[in-house]
């Protein structure tokens, strides 16, 4: 481990096929990214943009079809992840990465009390005794909000209402300190009040304890002001990224703009006709001539459907986009 | 993802074809009557003459055993059906109506259940003599709790999906909703089920064979033959082993088919 | 209240579950509103509040414990199973799971087409063209769409598909129970949008159930709030957003995330506690427990609904603004029965 290098996370060049009756699937096209440690990266996309097949490949827990073509590399905190053995890999994903998933009432094991769920792995990891976990374990309930927590030990999942069982999942990714934090849709099966709180108790956890995250969502609307950096995926690829704030000033993706049209916003009238974006999604298996996004795209043209457009960056800048005609001025919101 | 069949898996559904078509096919093939005694061949091995050799008694294997196919086949697929017809009926309307019904049903299959299959089925023959619809019968009854079990648990999980509800809110009726939504959704599992009884049924039905219960000699059985063979099976064991190969390989095929059914389920449900 | 009469009324609604034993859950106690002709409502809460089982009650899915739900002039709490089934298809529900509400090893053109199956007097033929009529309304394909099954569509066609189901009858009244909020963001617009489209096309009346503010303002003309089972607020869109009189509807507004790299992070006075077990609800005013404003008053007291400005409701001791007004204005609006 070196101090110099502050990235914790890089991946390079990561894609990930899925074969399948009709044909391979490119779930994950090409990504390379850095996260620094202690910094958030917001990744965004609908469903089946790829997000959650990058961060299983991320840790290591790709279905067994999957393949990765080899010129794939993710490094993690100065180890490069495909070198290591299974063993070795499972051991930074329990301890250095933890893993928050959109439903916590399936990431929890529905016949053990959580207490004992949250201890299990810092004695398997940490090697604590089974008190001191245990303590560890009221420490982290109380960290994450959860009132009375020696009597919550106790308590299975179900007894838990949605936002209290994904404390409890928070808690358990906590568990071991891990350097990274992935938390996938963490908010997506709760309430609009509870989402706020998630939010909001994910970033104060990730400030104290100096952990990176990679954040997950198909909302636009909840990146604002949680995550240093964004990046917006589409059909498996980031089609754009920059600083968040930039991001939403100076956005120059048609893609992006659409997706922050569809969100239905507390300060507009009633009855604003929401921006949607037509057609489908790309099938998985469709073959890829030019921009993916290319047949639901207002603003296409001939080049766009033939010529798939590299993700590069203006020079000087820190905004990537991969549109061969980005937005002007005048079309940002 | 629809996930390929194996070879085990066809080569289970060529057996069964194959044995179907010997059973069905059994008079039209020239073989000598299943009860003709040859006094100059007893218990010899295949040859010329005998395809699969004599018993003991000097009757033709072959033909026993394609003629025994034919007990063994119709209680492996009717005493299934029984039971899954009258398992349904009674766990569709326990899981639907609950309240009383269900009591009443669940009681009923409670002290079924508690009654010792073979003192059922002695007491069954004893009542019903012992031709092959009594058996299959018999059979059948015994299949009941456990379909009616299996019936009650899925109406009782589709009874509360939203697709019921939905069908209810446009004003359909009960019985439609039973036959329409539930039963549909319900029967998919216990079909591959009723593959997997089938295979318990024909082992029973051997059994029964073997204590000399089922169908009354000199009519022949897989588990009858196997019985008869036992008082050669130090000098001649194929007039054994050759009704017990099938009644192995055929049980064996109705289950690899029936997990094949499930796998094929499960994908589709794991697409829900 | 208002010379209009309403399309559907619903007075002191109350589902009472027994969860073993003789403890008995109280999922909504004396709910009472109008729904009047092409308006939509939007009813917004937290999950355990009682909404969607509120929306079953007034669906008669099953019938409510107690309290009347009128339809039309006609009170369908009472009807006889028959009468009611027969009557069922004025009114329609679109359910929160796309997926989970269509029949899985049905094909989702059949379960359009079902629909008009139980209300009679059409021949097959002629309900397999309605229907399809009716996808290419909701904007599917039949071509493409009405031989498949539900786990081959997206989430978002299976919620088009709910929606042509409950179209086919010509009900006059739709209810929406969460039907955007298990779908993304990109996918919600476009169900919005057809919502919308769907309900001036047919002239439809909309209760419209969301737990996300921002989507309950976009598509509703009134909103109500609901928390434990209970009424805190009901007023026209306008004024619950820039005006919102109940501690729990502002706290609500403020956890609307606001996109934007310059707007305030949601979640700023955020409500303290949990949601306390609708077995065991606070004595007087429900949110008192988590309420900055509570005070014996509301232990003591439950508070009723009242009107504190014209069409604005709030079931409040001290609301966030006390509008100037006669003093006839602040009598309880409607009985409620104890529970």
Known sequence: MTVSDTHLLTVENLSVTIPSSAGAVRAVDRVSLALERGRTLALVGESGSGKSMFCRAVMGLLPRSAVVPGAARVTFDGRDLGGLPRRELAAIRGREIGVVLQDPLSSLNPVIPVGRQIAEPMRYHLGLSSARARERAVELLAAVGIPQPEERLGAYPHQLSGGMRQRVAIAMALACEPKLLIADEPTTALDVTVQAEILNLLGRLQRERNMAMVLVTHDLGVVAGRAHETAVMYAGRIVEKAPTVELFTRMRMHYTRALFDAIPRIDDPPHRELGAIGGQPPGPAAQRVGCPFAPRCWRAEERCRTEEPPLARDAGENHSYACWFPLSQEERP | MVKKRGITFWLSVAWIALVMTCAVGAGFLPLPAPDQIDWACLATSPDGVHLLGTDNVGRDIAARLFFGARVSLTVGVIAPCIGLVFGSLLGVAAGFYRGWPERVIVGAIDVFLAVPRLVFLLVAMFVFGSGLPAITLALGLLCVPSFARMARANTIRFAGREFVLAARATGADDVAIVLREILPNALMPMVAYALLVMGYVIVAEGGLGFLGLSVPAPAPSWGGMIAEGREVLERAPHVSMIPAAAMFLTVLSVNLIGDGLRGWMDDRESQL | ?339
């Open chain 3, 1 to 339: 209240m208002s010379e209009r009469e309403p399309l559907l009324r619903v007075e002191g609604v109350t589902v009472v579950y027994s969860v073993g034993g003789r403890r008995n859950v109280h999922a909504v106690s004396g709910v009472s509103f109008a729904l009047f002709r092409g308006e939509t409502l939007g009813l917004v809460g937290e999950s355990g509040c009682g909404k969607s089982t509120l929306a079953r009650a007034i669906m008669q899915l099953p019938r409510p414990t107690a309290g009347r739900v009128i339809l039309d002039g006609e009170d369908i709490t009472v009807l006889g199973s028959r009468s009611l089934r027969a009557l069922r298809s004025r009114f329609q529900m679109i359910f929160q799971d796309p997926i989970a509400s269509l029949n899985p090893i049905r094909r989702v053109g059949e379960s359009i087409e079902a629909s008009l199956r139980t209300k009679g007097g059409k021949s097959a033929a002629e309900r397999v063209r309605r229907a399809r009529e009716m996808m290419t309304t909701v904007g599917l394909d039949p071509e493409q769409h009405y031989r498949r099954r539900p786990f081959q569509l997206s989430g978002g066609q299976c919620q088009r598909v709910s929606i042509a189901r409950a179209l086919m009858t010509e009900p006059q009244l739709l209810i929406c129970d969460e039907p955007v909020s298990s779908l993304d963001v990109s996918v919600q617009a476009h169900i919005i949008n057809l919502l919308r489209k769907v309900k001036s096309d047919y002239g439809l009346s909309m209760l419209f159930i969301a737990h996300d503010l921002a989507v309950v303002k976009n598509i509703s003309d009134r909103v109500a709030v609901m928390y434990l089972g209970r009424l805190c607020e009901l007023a026209p869109c306008a004024d619950i957003f820039s005006s919102p009189a109940h501690p729990y509807t502002r706290a609500l507004i403020n956890a609307v995330p606001r996109p934007g790299p310059c707007q305030p992070l949601a979640g700023t006075g955020m409500l303290s506690g949990e949601l306390p077990s609708p077995m065991d609800p606070p004595s007087g005013c429900r949110f008192r427990t988590r309420c900055p404003r509570a005070e014996t008053r509301c232990v003591m007291v439950q508070p009723e609904l009242r009107q504190i400005a014209p069409g604005h409701l709030v079931a409040c001791h001290f609301p966030l603004r006390e509008v100037a007004g006669p003093d006839e204005d602040h009598r309880p609006l409607m009985d409620r029965p104890d529970n």
